[in-house]
Nanobody, 127 residues
């Protein structure tokens, strides 16, 4: 079991930046997956970015590639999402998640890999 707590959300204008943080209650083991997901009102939750712990292998949704960067600090048990050049369509509740099993390939954006979820942090981007 691992508890995840997100922070860093807020309201920004288009073109601005935010950095989200996700604090884990314990260290995440090597080759487990962690990721950031988002859900806009009336839409399904979607994967944004993932990282394979210990390998730093990352994967991004096409919609955020080149603008968002996922990273981890194992010493602090914290996952980050640096979001630059934000657009109004990035407005959503952002969640971090962790897998319950090790993964041997690039961590997917599919939700079914992830067993542990935080409560979310709201990001609002105005035009």
């Amino acid at each position: 079991q691992v508890q995840l707590v997100e922070s860093g959300g807020g309201s920004v204008q288009a073109g601005g930046s935010l950095r989200l943080s996700c604090a884990a209650s314990r260290s995440t083991y090597s080759n487990y997956c962690m990721g950031w997901f988002r859900q806009a009102p009336g839409k399904e939750r979607e994967g944004v970015a993932t990282i394979r712990i210990g390998r730093d292998t990352t994967f991004y949704a096409d919609s955020v590639k080149g603008r968002f960067t996922i990273s981890q600090d194992n010493a602090k048990n914290t996952l980050y999402l640096q979001m630059n050049s934000l657009k109004p369509e990035d407005t959503a509740m952002y969640y971090c998640a962790a897998s319950g099993l090790r993964y041997t390939r690039t961590c997917p954006l599919g939700l079914d890999v992830y067993n542990y979820w935080g409560q979310g942090t709201q990001v609002t981007v105005s035009s």
